[in-house]
């Protein structure tokens, strides 16, 4: 099965469940849905965990997967403020995990369709 991980904001959460129901209705048992507001039993962070370490734990070695995503999400033709809030989270994820400018640069030039 292959897993997709959902980081937004809070204010974002019932769009989240909305596309996690969706991908998981559209294909049952192939693709498993964790969004970062999920509850825990639905594979939501939990109170008192350290957000950033538990997002690390979401996205560890899965760096292909990320990035094919993030193509796919620019064709579909988002709002630019959806592409520059999209560009805004790569950036705080990339400082907090102390990634390389390397990285970061090929994380923002998939966003960008490239």
């Known amino acids: ?3 997709l991980f959902l980081s ?3 204010g974002d959460h019932e769009l989240a469940a909305a596309l996690k129901l969706l991908i998981e209705s559209c294909f049952p048992g192939h693709i498993e849905v964790k969004a970062s507001s999920s509850a ?3 594979g939501g962070i939990s109170a008192g965990s350290e957000w950033l370490d538990w997002i ?3 996205v560890r070695g899965r760096r ?3 990035l094919a995503a993030l193509r796919q999400v620019r064709a579909l033709g988002p709002e ?3 592409i520059d809030s999209i560009r805004r989270g790569l950036i705080r994820l990339h400082k907090g ?3 390389t400018d390397e990285e970061l640069s090929e994380w923002l030039q998939a966003l960008a369709g490239r």
Do not use: F, K, V
């Open 80 to 82: 630019p403020a959806a």
């Open 56 to 58: 690390q734990e979401q």
């Open 64 to 66: 292909s997967e990320g």
């Open 97 to 99: 995990l102390g990634g």
């Open 40 to 42: 825990p039993s639905e």
């Open 1 to 3: 099965m292959e897993r």
């Open 8 to 10: 937004h904001s809070h």
